[in-house]
């Protein structure tokens, strides 16, 4: 039996136009009926899936912050935050690279210095909602909520900042892809099928009485932390090599297909 689901936001729970899918919300209440829980899994900060589940949240955990953060009905369950020795080498990494802008993702809010780009500003607010600009981010760098720093790249962030920052921070420090344009650099071993396993000790869960469903490499850790993985008909190639079913694609209600063939929802 199935009894706790994680699942990724962008390109899989959520279309391209950023909509859940129809009827989500009695399919989970169903499924609560039945003894199987319901866990978003996404890189946002937790302001911002709560704000736009807020109808889920009584519902719903959430893996926030690529896996650093783990919260339930506004309860913190689970971080596992950067050192703040780290923190300084980490903004310092970014600062030569054009066109790239960091985000320091604290448990409560984003931190963003005031040099950065407009653009970038109104990017952040879609995910970043409780964000708060600062002259200087090194005067910040003494945090000790810090879930990561994630770096905004206004080009491709795959062949740009991240062997950059690969090379800078790669051998003591987790450096991922998580978007097009993102990269998120976090504690070794933090990831979402960390906070997924650490889910799964509190609540005395077997994980393949687990099941998760992700699109990009960074959801690699997730799938793997579960026996029924599934990776979207539009995932990253790397993904579907490594799940165990391919679910259709985001724009195709792939989750809400998958849940009611499985569950008979």
């Not at 679910?247 to 209600?253: K, T, V």
């Amino acid at each position: 039996m199935i009894k706790l689901i994680a699942c990724d936001m962008d390109g899989t729970l959520l279309d391209s136009q950023k909509r859940l899918p129809a009827g989500l919300l009695p399919a989970l209440e169903r499924l609560r009926e039945r003894g199987t829980l319901f866990a978003v899994a996404s890189g946002r900060q937790y302001a911002a899936l709560r704000r736009d589940l807020e109808a889920l949240v009584p519902h719903i955990l959430f893996i926030c912050e690529n896996g650093a953060l783990v919260m339930q009905d506004d309860r913190q369950l689970h971080i596992d935050p950067i050192d703040a020795g780290d923190l300084p080498d980490i903004v310092r990494a970014g600062r030569g690279l054009r066109g790239v802008y960091p985000v320091v993702c604290r448990a409560g809010e984003g931190l963003i210095e005031e040099t950065a780009a407009p653009g970038f500003l109104a990017e952040t607010l879609r995910y970043y909602p409780s964000q708060r600009v600062v002259h200087d981010l090194m005067t910040c760098t003494d945090s000790e909520d810090v879930c990561k720093v994630a770096f905004y790249d206004e080009g491709d962030a795959q062949t740009h900042e991240l062997p950059s920052l690969k090379e800078r921070l790669g051998d003591r420090l987790s450096v991922i892809l998580s978007g097009e344009h993102w990269v998120d650099v976090m504690r070794p071993g933090v990831n979402k099928g960390a906070a997924m396993r650490a889910l799964q000790r509190r609540l005395g869960i077997r994980p393949e009485e687990c099941m998760a469903f992700g699109d990009y490499l960074n959801d690699c850790e997730l799938l793997e932390s579960v026996g029924e993985s599934y990776a979207m008909a539009n995932a990253h190639e790397t993904l579907k090599a490594a799940a165990k079913h391919i679910a259709p694609s985001n724009d195709e209600n792939g989750v809400m297909r998958v849940l009611q063939e499985r569950f008979g929802l």
